[in-house]
């Protein structure tokens, strides 16, 4: 059973900082490429920050500079640290796994992240 299980989303004040984990399990996690997508009511999913498997990143023009991926393969998971959070910020984040060998794509439960005043 393949299963991505993401924690760290809460209630932040505009400026604040926090760091998401997802915990992966089931897959052969170093060879999967990790990424974090959020997404709110009525809008599309779109992708925050990814990290391939050797530590090559990819961020949205929106967070550059202010949030961080990284992956631990030892611990098969993978974080998102959050810093200057901005109301805009707000939405649900997901996890996602892909490998494009195995033509297989996994996403997580979501959690909450809310940046509000």
């Known amino acids: 059973q393949v299963q991505l299980v993401e924690s760290g989303g809460g209630l932040v004040q505009p400026g604040g900082s926090l760091r998401l984990s997802c915990a992966a399990s089931g897959i052969a996690f170093s060879i999967y490429r990790m990424g974090w997508y959020r997404q709110d009511p009525g809008k599309l999913r779109d992708l925050v920050a990814a990290?391939?498997?050797?530590?090559?990143?990819n961020y949205s023009e929106s967070v550059k500079g202010r949030f961080t991926i990284s992956r631990d393969n030892a611990k098969n998971t993978v974080y998102l640290q959050m810093n200057s959070l901005k109301p805009e910020d707000t939405a649900v984040y997901y996890c996602n796994a892909n490998s494009r060998y195995l033509n297989y794509n996994y996403w997580g439960q979501g959690t909450q992240v809310t940046v509000s005043s």
């Open positions: 990290i391939s498997g050797g530590g090559v990143t």
